[in-house]
């Protein structure tokens, strides 16, 4: 028999803690800011070594936070396994490795900055970590060391 362990979410129910749990994949992918729109000037000017003609790459961390309640029966807001999963099919797999201007169709159009593809992931995840019947929290990109955009799914 297979045990459910996907979380619940009851807000009625204030007995329940509600937790946030976070699941971290990596990926690395090429691309470059460039606004067509632009002169190469002007381009150079904004986005500087960002805008190198030939590309450049980073090695992305992305951290997914899901919330709900402990399962009673697991003790587990999310399996983890079916987390990770849903990461790699959803995006994972479409971005590592990959041209972010030119190989990704959720980046078609786009700008391809940290915070633009924070917004495309979340846009790609909810509805499956929802069918999971938890909650997405937060979307959180770090494209080095030192930046990283975070997406609550506001407006
Ligand atoms: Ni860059």
Redesign the pocket.
């Given at each position: 028999m297979k045990v459910e362990i996907g979380c619940i979410f009851a807000p009625e129910n204030l007995s329940m803690p509600l937790v946030y749990i976070t699941r971290r994949e990596r990926f690395n992918a090429a691309?470059k800011?460039w606004n067509e729109e632009w002169s190469e000037e002007k381009n150079m000017q904004v986005f500087g070594k960002?805008a190198n003609q030939n590309w450049?790459g980073?090695n992305y961390d992305l951290f997914v936070t899901v919330k709900g309640q402990p399962h009673p029966e697991t003790g587990c807001v999310i399996d983890l396994k079916d987390l990770s999963k849903i990461l790699k099919d959803a995006v994972i797999d479409k971005l590592d490795h990959r041209n972010l201007n030119l190989d990704v169709p959720f980046m078609k159009g786009k700008m391809s900055s940290t915070e633009n593809l924070a917004v495309a992931i979340w846009g790609e995840i909810k509805t499956k970590i929802e069918s999971e019947g938890c909650q997405l929290h937060s979307v959180r990109l770090h494209?080095t060391e030192n930046n990283f955009a975070e997406y609550f799914g506001e407006e």
């Open positions: 691309h800011l960002c450049h980073h494209e």
